[in-house]
Each structure stands twice: as C-alpha cells, then as structure tokens.
C-alpha cells in the first residue's frame, strides 16, 4: 500500500504497475462497501486497486507536459482537504489491510467526475466503483444541478462504471427530486 497525492509527487502515467488497475472514487465517512465491492473486482481482474479521493476545493490551474499537475484552491482553508484525504487513507487501511490485492490511495483536485476520467485513462483503467450518494434534501439538489459522479462518467468515457448502492432503495412511489 502506498499514499500518494497527484499533485506534486507521482505521476500515474509513469507508474506501471497501476497499468489496467481497478479505481474506487471514495469520500470521507462513506460506507466502507464500495471499497469492499472494488477489491472484490480487482481480485477477480487480477488487477491492482487505486482508491482515489478527490479535493474539491482545489482546482487545476495547469499541467505540466511530465504530467505534474499544479493547483490551487478555491477557499484558503486548504486543511480541509487534507483532514478529508487523512479519512480516505485511514478507511482504506483499515478495509483492505488484509486484503491480497495490491492498493494505493491517491488525491486528485477538481471536478469528481472528470478528475476520475483523466486518471483511467493515464492508467488505462479496468473498471471505475463509485457510490450513490446520502440520501436527502440538500443531497438531491446538489445532484440534479451537478448530476450524479456515476452518471457523469458513464457519458464521458468508454470504461465500466460499478455504482455501489450505499442507503435504503427509494420506494418505488416515492419521488427522488425534490418537487
């Protein structure tokens, strides 16, 4: 296992052994079953796993021909990005430490859906795992005006997309936008 951010260090291009490895886009505080349903593809790929979280509230502003990828962020307070990556590390330990499939976390900045998209295709990506997302309100809004990280990605690129269901299924006759 290995902790890496895709900002200044390493870039996935150069690493050969992530070639055709099994990405699960994870959050802080997400139920640890998307992370079991991505190590469970990776062993039956034979493929590595990279558990990525993406900081967005940094943002690209330019990349380098190497693949380094410099950012900045859009509010000053850019610990929270790192107490969220510290999460996303620790999870990843603690569901996979006695997993046999070979896993990394990596960080990315910016847009989830598009962040994901660039990473797959640097690694040339088996197989992409996200989960929905919290049921709510303010959740149900934020994704009609964003859309869905599943649903984005599976109009963006060509690879097969897992979407982990993590709440109780939504009655058939109750609505999931808000009216």
């Keep these: 296992m290995t902790d890496e951010a895709s900002e200044p260090e390493v870039d996935a291009r150069s690493d050969a052994s992530l070639r055709g490895a099994v990405i699960a886009g994870v959050i802080p505080d997400q139920s640890p079953r ?38 900045a962020p859009i509010d000053m307070n850019i610990a929270a990005g790192e107490g969220e990556l510290t999460k996303v590390q620790d999870a990843a330990a603690s569901v996979l430490a006695d997993s046999d499939v070979d896993w990394t976390v990596r960080q990315l900045v910016g847009d989830p859906a598009m962040a994901i998209k660039h990473l797959a295709e640097d690694i040339d990506a088996r197989l992409l795992v996200v989960g929905t997302r919290k049921r709510g309100f303010g959740e149900s809004v934020r994704e009609f005006f964003t859309g869905s990280v599943g649903a984005r990605l599976a109009h963006r690129q060509h690879r097969p997309i897992l979407v982990v269901p993590l709440g109780e299924p939504v009655p058939d006759d109750e609505e999931i936008w808000p009216a």
């Design 34 to 71: 998307v992370l079991k349903e991505a190590v469970r593809y990776a062993r039956l790929l034979q493929a590595p796993l990279v558990v990525v979280h993406v900081d967005v509230t940094r943002f690209v502003t330019y990349e380098d021909p190497d693949g380094y990828v410099h950012s």
